[in-house]
Each structure stands twice: as structure tokens, then as C-alpha cells.
């Protein structure tokens, strides 16, 4: 699942595909280079982030879902309304990924329901301006699959068939470091809620503070190699999918999983 950002503030590419026109191409490329799908998004989710309005968001990822879709893209939206999810769908996506897995607008799972489409649901406690003060866990892979657990019986009570839903984790969302790590080295225990699993860890900042240079982590644009590993990890262990912002590298190192998994 390749990231396709048309934001001016998300934390790694923030800015650079936030014209139309250039969203569109980094799609095409990302598609090019192996991504099965990929995820437009209109607002940022980074910690610390504020909210958009409606209008904005769809004036934002329409142009560009529409655009790709056309050309033969898988495209899922990347939102949390109800809202941007029907005009996005309507506009030829295929996938609904909401990091907050039906919280922020419950309307959103009717859609979904109605649509009949796939459903990402990611684990989460709350807006992105004040996540981080939400990490709290005891045993964060206990709590976690809890949460997911539960966010299962509403999907399921919204009507959205099971088959048709995917769980991720939600690394960096009202997680530390340490639980992001606690739940890499889990995933099979995320595997018992019998659901695919799509882990995003592309670029984020545990990763920049595990690659520091003494006390500087390091900057986004410099932890590929480090996410291509998490790629090849997760793979192994039977992810669904990686989201992740360059697909080529990811994509080869689940070429090499595969092939030795085939050798194995």
C-alpha cells in the first residue's frame, strides 16, 4: 500500500504532493513501482495534528481518486468521515482505511456497510492533538487486540461482513516507542482476531530515535532502509500489507520473503 499524502503538514511528506496534479503522479508512480494499492489521504494524522473541514478534505483527494481510478488504480481513502468516505467512493475508490476504526464517525461504518467494500480499522484512543497523553498500557499487545476486538462487534453490528475487514495496529498512534516494537514482535498474537493485518511503520519517528545520531534522531527522509526491514519482518510474519511511502524497496524485499518461503 503505497502513501499518497495531499496535505501540506503530514510528517514526512507534507507538501510535496499537495497540487492535484502531483498527488496524481506520485499515485501513478507508486502503482508503477509495486504498490497493490494506493491510500490518498486529505488530512494529517500526525501526532499533534489539527483537524480539517469536510469541504476541504474532499476538494483535497476527489481530484486525485478520480484521476487514478481511471487509469487502473486500486485506490483506497485514508479518512475518518463518513462524509469524505461516500465522496471518495463515489469518486472510484475501492478501500475505506479509517485510522480511527469507526470512532470518530460511526456514520462512516453505515457506508462502508452500504458500500460493500473492504474496511481497514486501526486501533485508536483518540485526535491526533493529544494522542500521545493516551499511551498508557499495562500489556500493550493484550490491550490492543482487546480494543480491536471490540471495534470488531461494532463493524460487525454496522453490517460490514467480516471477510471484508482488515485490523492494523495503529504503531504511533497513542503508542511509545517500546509498544510500537512490543507490537512488531507480536503480530501473531494480532493474528488471533482472524483478521488480516496492515502494519504502518513507514518513516515514523520510533524509527528515526532506533537510528539516532547520539541525541538527533534521524530525519524522515533517511529511514527507508530501516522500513524496508519492517517490510521483510512483517512480511515473514504474514502481514496482509505494509503502508508505506516508497513501494519499490518494499516491494522487493516481499519478493525475497516469498521466494524463500517457496524455497522453505
Not at 510535496?16 to 496524481?24: K, L, N, P, V, Y
Not at 469536510?54 to 478520480?66: A, D
Amino acid at each position: 500500500m503505497g502513501v499518497v499524502n495531499v496535505t501540506p503538514d503530514s510528517f514526512s511528506d507534507g507538501g510535496r504532493h499537495f497540487e492535484a496534479g502531483s498527488a496524481i503522479d506520485r499515485g501513478l508512480a507508486l502503482h508503477a513501482d509495486g504498490a497493490d494499492i494506493v491510500d490518498v489521504g486529505g488530512e494529517s494524522t500526525r501526532p499533534g495534528a489539527a483537524r480539517i473541514d469536510v469541504e476541504e478534505e474532499l476538494r483535497r483527494v476527489v481530484p486525485v481518486i478520480r484521476e487514478l481510478s481511471a487509469a487502473g488504480v486500486t485506490v483506497s481513502i485514508d479518512t475518518m468521515r463518513s462524509a469524505t468516505a461516500a465522496g471518495a467512493l463515489d469518486a472510484g475508490a475501492a478501500i475505506v482505511n479509517d485510522v480511527s476504526g469507526g470512532l470518530a464517525d460511526p456514520k462512516l461504518l453505515d457506508v462502508v456497510a452500504d458500500a460493500g467494500v473492504p474496511y481497514v480499522a486501526m486501533h485508536w484512543r483518540g485526535p491526533s492533538a493529544d494522542m500521545q497523553s493516551r499511551a498508557s498500557y499495562g500489556d500493550v499487545v493484550a490491550e490492543v487486540c482487546d480494543e480491536l476486538a471490540r471495534r470488531l462487534t461494532a463493524i460487525d453490528a454496522a453490517g460490514i461482513k467480516r471477510d471484508l475487514v482488515v485490523l492494523d495496529p495503529g504503531l504511533g498512534f497513542a503508542k511509545t516507542a517500546t509498544h510500537n516494537w512490543e507490537l512488531l514482535a507480536h503480530l501473531d498474537r494480532l493474528a488471533t482476531l482472524g483478521r488480516p493485518i496492515l502494519v504502518g511503520a513507514s518513516r515514523k519517528s520510533f524509527l528515526g530515535s532506533l537510528l539516532a545520531d547520539g541525541d538527533q534522531p534521524r530525519d524522515s527522509d533517511h529511514r527507508e532502509d530501516a522500513t524496508v526491514a519492517i517490510t521483510a519482518l512483517a512480511a515473514n510474519a504474514g502481514a496482509w500489507a505494509v503502508r508505506v511511502h516508497e513501494a519499490r524497496p518494499s516491494a522487493d524485499a516481499v519478493r525475497v520473503v516469498a521466494a524463500i518461503g517457496a524455497a522453505r
